[in-house]
């Protein structure tokens, strides 16, 4: 300011003394007033450029005036040029936050005062079937039509989630979205969503695992406390004591194996997966379970069962051994107890073309109707549930076969025909095969 003063009165000065060599007073007075106009010019034309340079709102160059008006530009331009780091690093993080949220299991939508979608990320958008760009700017009801969502909304008490069906897999297969709005700001509403499918579905399993097995354990203890209560309080012949004897240790052995297998499948689902150091020639291993298929095959079937080994020599397996084990052991017991007695039963190794090696267990039962096929690795899941109660099995062999596969990369493979038998295979991905020759 001082400095535009002092520009002012120098040429005013120079105005005056330029008046005064034109010997007459008023002329002095003139040039005073000439100097003062000269210097409004200039300074007007100096806040000409100030303003432009503002209007352009260009920080990065400088606007090249001197004075007082070069001094006001420079510090705006200072001040644009903070505000714009300021901004660019607001708008930095703020595509950081949205990031983040963007990779967030859980759906997340904001909506204005109104009800309507400001912005979703893509979760939300899989979770209630609507699409993140181009429905912004709808209202979430009209996108959302489930009935308990609609009554959710105009209700307006926020303090609970609600469940709603979400877009599935299947037109008749629906997923199973939890869903809570909670309100914030003006009148703005933040709607968090969560896929609650795999939760509902696990938490029918457990109530239908705790019903299976509480109903498998109480039916031999029904038996066994029955004939105990008769032994207790009638005299029985020698005869019917030995015969009451063993059927209450069926009972109990009945028992014992459900235990067992219980405790197999929870070390199966709890331990490390198998590694790749261990390698058992599968002869060896088809050799061991044979054995205990013949043995049981004596002690149920009269005639014996025809069992037919395949076996594959210099093929060996990287495995865990008793898991293997186990489920070659339980594919062929199955094979025993249902195919009827005296009839052929074949078990083997082969490789595949693709390097995958099976162990098949092939037989010449009454075979498994289509519908079974997909529920047959399902805990407790039986075709023929007094079938399976005469022959003494549990329910959880073939879901332990599924479990060992599983973990050493593998798979289970049924194929079955009504009246002319089934062949189940364990299936095992290349790396866990080898030939001796490679050795």
Known sequence: MIHRLVELLVLVALGSVWGWTQDAAMWSFFGALLGALVWGVFDGLRARRALDWLNKGDASRKAGISGVWGEVVERG??????????????????????????????????????????????????????????????????????PAFVSYLDMGNFGHEIQIDGPGPRPTQHSKISLQVHPYGKKRKLMITRDVTAVQLAEAMRRDFVANVSHEIRTPLTVLSGFVETMQSIELEEEERVRYLGLMSQQAQRMQTLVSDLLTLSRLEGSPVPGQGEWSAVDELLSHVMQEANGLSAAIS????????????????????????????????????????????????????DGWGEFYVTDSGSGIAAEHLPRLTERFYRVDRSRSRETGGTGLGLAIVKHVAQRHGGQIDVQSEVGKGSTFVIALPPVRMREAQRN
Request: proline content about 4%; overall charge positive; aromatic content about 4%.
């Open 302 to 353: 009269r005639p014996q069962h025809v069992i037919v080994a395949k076996g594959m020599p210099g093929l060996a397996v990287s495995c865990a051994k008793t898991e293997l084990l186990s489920a070659m052991s339980n594919l062929l017991s199955n094979a025993v107890r249902y195919t009827p007695a005296g009839r052929e039963i074949v078990a083997g190794w082969r490789l595949r073309d």
């Open 77 to 146: 331009r200072k001040l644009i040029k903070k505000l714009e780091k300021k901004a660019a690093n607001s708008d930095a993080r703020l595509e950081d936050f949205l990031s983040a949220i963007q990779a967030s299991p859980n759906g997340v939508v904001l909506l204005d005062s109104a009800g309507r979608i400001e912005w979703s990320n893509q979760t939300a958008s899989g979770h209630l079937g609507f699409e993140p760009e181009r429905d912004v700017g709808q209202y979430v009801r009209n996108l959302v039509r489930a």
